[in-house]
């Protein structure tokens, strides 16, 4: 991820922290008005409600982009170490099944060479 998109997936996260810093000042709301010795008002309580769940569904978007983003991002997708890594022990087992090859047909021409 090069230096804008962190910085845009900050800013982004910045705002979804100011969400959910408005979310919980909605739920005291609430609460202040559900405590109200005169009680609640109806209309109030509602809108609060209403902007509540509007906002955690932002919230729960724009966090499930931000994950969605960060699980795209590879650093090491273009290493090539794993496969050359993988192609230097195939060399050692060829080298190794030769090896014993030669062996094997050392074994046997010493074995056609006696009379």
Known sequence: MDSQGQTTSLQRLQNVEKRIVKVLELAG??????????????????NHCLE?????????????????SACEYRPFEKCDYGPRIA??????????VMSQLDAIKKTIDGYTAEP
Do not use: H
């Open 29 to 46: 709301g609430v609460m202040d008005e559900l405590a109200s010795p005169v009680g609640p008002r109806k209309d109030l309580v509602q």
């Open 87 to 96: 192609n230097e022990i195939c060399f050692k087992k060829v080298e190794y």
């Open 52 to 68: 509540f769940m509007q906002l955690i569904k932002d919230i729960q978007v724009a966090l499930r982009d931000e994950i969605k």
